[in-house]
C-alpha cells in the first residue's frame, strides 16, 4: 500500500511537472507570438512612414514645378508686357512721322500758291508791259519770264502732289 501510494505521489508529481511545463512552454508561445506581432506592427508602421515620406517628397517636388512653371509664366507675361510697350512706342514715333509729313506737305501746298500767285502776277505785269511797250522784243523778254515762272509753280504744285 505505501509503495502504491508512494507510486500515485509520483505519478502525481510528474503530472504536476507536466503540467507546469505545458504552461510555461504555452506562455512562452503567447509571449514569442506576442513579440513577433509586435515587431510585425513595428515593421508596417516602418513602412507607412517610409510610404509617407515618399509622398511627402513627391509633393514637395511637384510643388517645385509648379512654382518654377509660375515663374516662368510670369516672366512671358513681362516680355509680352514690354513687347506691347515697345509696339505702343513705334506706333507713337510712326504717328508722330506721320503728323509731321503732313505739316511738310502742307508748307509745300502753301509754297506752291504762293509761286502759282507770283507767275499769275508776272504774268499780268508781261502783259501790261507788253500793251506799254512798243518794242516786241521786250514783250518777247517778259513772255519768258512769265513761262519760266508758271514753268516753277507748275514744278511746285508737282512736288507738293509728291509730298502729299
Known amino acids: 500500500a505505501e509503495e502504491k ?7 502525481a508529481q510528474t503530472a504536476e511537472e507536466q ?4 504552461a510555461e512552454d504555452l506562455k512562452a508561445a503567447e509571449q514569442e507570438q506576442r513579440a513577433q506581432t509586435a515587431e510585425d506592427l513595428a ?9 509617407a515620406e515618399d509622398l511627402a517628397a513627391e509633393q514637395e517636388q511637384r510643388a517645385q514645378t509648379a512654382e ?3 515663374a516662368e509664366q510670369e516672366q512671358r507675361a513681362q516680355t509680352a508686357e514690354d513687347l506691347a510697350a515697345e509696339q505702343e512706342q513705334r506706333a507713337q514715333t510712326a504717328e508722330e512721322k506721320a503728323a509731321e509729313q503732313e505739316q511738310r506737305a502742307q508748307t509745300a501746298e502753301d509754297l506752291a500758291a504762293e509761286q502759282e500767285q507770283r507767275a499769275q502776277t508776272a504774268e499780268e505785269k508781261a502783259a501790261d508791259q507788253e500793251q506799254r511797250a512798243p518794242a516786241e522784243e521786250k514783250a518777247a523778254e517778259q513772255e519768258q519770264r512769265a513761262q519760266t515762272a508758271e514753268d516753277l509753280a507748275a514744278e511746285q504744285e508737282q512736288r507738293a502732289q509728291t509730298a502729299e
Not at 515593421?43 to 510610404?51: F, V, W
Open 68 to 70: 518654377e512653371k509660375a
Open 43 to 51: 515593421a508596417e508602421q516602418e513602412q507607412r512612414a517610409q510610404t
Open 5 to 11: 501510494a508512494a507510486e500515485q505521489e509520483q505519478r
Open 19 to 22: 503540467r507546469a511545463q505545458t
